[in-house]
DNA sequence: AAAGAGCTCAACCGCCCTAAG
DNA sequence: TCTTAGGGCGGTTGAGCTCTT
């Protein structure tokens, strides 16, 4: 968004000596970046004097370093960003800065507000802490495999040169319960002619990890089926990184609770497959 | 069509760290 | 060792835009 639009906070009558403040005008972004290119960036209060411009240094530095520098990217969030982003925050918290470096093109700012505006609103809807570990296992367990999972489509649209545009599946709708309707998201990972009781515990390769969320699509009525649920990660003997599932036994499951002050079965294994978890739930 | 709610994102604020004098 | 200026960083704000009713 062009700030060049925005209304000006400041009266015409100001003080020619008072600092402006508010949305940058086009001409102070030409000084600025007329002033840049013949003297380079830092000394950012030098160089808001000399460059004419009536704004703090750390004005300036921000307007270069968020907009106007000329590697800053525009535009959305690439998939393969957000996921980046949802996995090094997972690691350094709110370390925007940090983040922003595997990004290239890409300002602490505007990944601090992808996540103030698109993560956090996902925590409020369902009324817990984005800081919490049940936050965190659905971060991991579901938003980061849907993320791989467009990711994957995409590769295989461009691998088939297909021309027919199709529509991209719809984002994951978390309910207040922490359930998640998985319908509309259909796996091509070919299983059916497998023995369903001896495919676990599963070793999956990390880069098909999405595809796993969706094994309870094969077994939506089955009654040997349970939740499958994430297990664990591990390294084979090829060197691949392979996360490791298991089946939850059903009768279990027919008996399941969650004993007070023991929801970990349910923070712990939210990564699973999400097999309906609203019925899982109600047998609660 | 209008009004209100919700969302986005550029810009600012204040704290902290570091280096120079 | 202390002071000060420059710069970096995370948190917050609010104008303008879009969506919903």
């Known amino acids: 968004m062009s700030t060049n ?48 411009l009536r704004r703090t240094g750390k004005s300036c530095r921000l307007r270069w370093l968020n907009y106007l520098k000329p590697d800053v990217k525009r535009g959305n969030l690439t998939v393969e960003e957000q996921l980046l982003i949802l996995d090094l925050h997972s690691k350094w918290g709110n370390r925007w800065s940090k983040i922003a470096q595997y990004l290239p093109g890409r300002t602490d700012n505007e990944i601090k507000n992808y996540w103030r505006t698109r993560v956090q609103k996902q925590a409020r809807h369902l009324k817990i ?62 299983i059916e002619n497998q023995n369903k009781e001896c495919i676990f515990p599963l070793e999956v390769p990390m880069d098909q990890m999405s595809r796993t969320s969706q094994f309870s699509e094969y077994y939506p009525s089955s009654p040997s089926c349970g939740a499958i649920v994430h297990h664990d990660h591990n390294v084979n003997n090829s060197g691949h990184d392979m996360e490791v599932f298991n089946l939850v036994n059903p009768t279990a499951v027919d008996n399941f609770c969650v004993p007070e002050g023991e929801s970990n079965w349910l923070e712990t294994d939210f990564s699973c497959s999400m097999w309906n978890m609203d019925e899982l739930l109600q047998r609660c």
Do not use: C
Request: hydrophobic share 30%.
């Open 5 to 52: 639009t925005k209304s000006f906070s400041s009266s015409s009558s100001e003080d020619e000596n008072e600092l402006r403040r508010g949305p940058w005008t086009l001409e102070e972004d030409t000084l600025l970046i007329q002033y840049i290119a013949r003297h380079g960036e830092g000394r950012w209060n030098l160089l808001a004097n000399r460059a004419g």
């Open 129 to 190: 802490d984005t800081n919490s570990a049940e936050f965190k296992n659905i971060i991991r367990g579901f938003w980061m495999p849907r993320l791989l999972q467009k990711i994957g489509d995409q590769n295989q649209l461009s691998a088939s040169h297909q021309n027919s545009i199709t529509a991209s599946p719809p984002e994951p709708q978390f309910t207040e319960q922490g359930a998640v309707n998985m319908s509309g998201y259909v796996n091509n990972l070919d």
